[in-house]
């Protein structure tokens, strides 16, 4: 394959912007840090206002924790009709958020109509099921190293 | 309960409500896992399953509206969208050619 080394290709960083990579936050509750992950979202110009709504009610029917300390809200069905342009971002509560008994450093937060993303959160699912790469998430403190982690394997398709 | 064949799956249906989050994520890491078997993995929305699919899986808080959607298609139920031991379990079953519940 490519030995080309550039960590952060166009199509990742028009889906993920550096200014949506927000690395030392707090959040009182689960509530709180998904109302922060859908005003970033909102900042970004991803969404409409009620998406955030639509994000809080997909986490009251089934949670988006998904493991290693890593959750990634985002709407339902209905609320697919509040996302203006595809656009995720990543939120970091290095003193965690308890997620209904989880403990949550990293919020990836989605809002999607299309599958743009797919490649990306491919990507994500392979560095949570490799426990070291998973901590170092959990532990990035710059956007490069959240850049680095999250470029798509060029060998997936 | 029913005894399937995994060597029968071809086409694996990961199901949540959008179809835009965790279903993405586990279906990728089953495409992966898969890719040898000759399984086509998609991820779909719950409400539009499509009904030629061989095996469900989805979220424990979404089977009923899966079986609502394919009243004749297996639903597995997990809990965790990594590392689920029953998703494991079939995924292992569908790799060896072997026999599972669901």
């Not at chain 1, 969404?47 to 985002?74: C, K, Q, W």
């Not at chain 2, 071809?10 to 993405?24: F, Q």
């Not at chain 2, 469900?56 to 590392?83: C, E, K, N, S, Y």
Request: negative net charge; aromatic residues 4%.
């Amino acid at each position: 394959m490519s030995n080309e080394t550039d960590p952060t290709p166009a199509s990742l960083s028009a889906l993920l912007a550096e200014t949506s990579i927000r690395l030392d936050l707090t959040a009182s509750n689960k509530e709180d840090a998904i109302r922060q992950t859908g005003a970033a979202l909102l900042e970004a110009g991803a969404i409409d206002a009620s998406y955030t709504n639509a994000m809080l009610e997909r986490e009251r029917s089934v949670s988006t924790f998904v493991g290693e300390g890593v959750a990634i809200p985002h709407g339902t069905l209905s609320g697919k009709d509040s996302v203006i342009n595809d656009a995720l971002v990543v939120l970091r509560f290095p003193d965690g958020v308890d997620w209904d008994g989880n403990d949550v450093r990293v919020c990836v937060g989605i809002a999607a109509r299309g599958n743009g993303h797919i490649a990306l959160l491919s990507q994500l699912a392979t560095v949570l099921l490799d426990p070291d790469r998973a901590a170092a998430l959990r532990a990035a403190t710059t956007s490069s190293l959240v850049y680095e982690l999250l470029t798509p394997d060029p060998e997936d398709e | 309960m029913a005894t399937i064949d995994g060597s029968s799956i071809k086409k694996l249906i990961v199901a949540c409500d959008a179809g835009m989050g965790s279903s993405v994520m586990l279906a990728s890491t089953l495409k992966k896992q898969l890719a040898k078997n000759g399984v086509t993995v998609e991820h779909s929305p719950v409400a539009s399953i499509p009904s030629d699919a061989d095996l469900v899986f989805t979220h424990t808080g979404l089977a009923d509206r899966a079986r609502h959607t394919v009243p004749d298609v297996p639903v597995v139920p997990f809990q965790l969208f990594l590392g689920d031991p029953a998703v494991a379990k079939i995924v292992k079953a569908i790799q060896n050619g072997e026999t599972f519940e669901a």
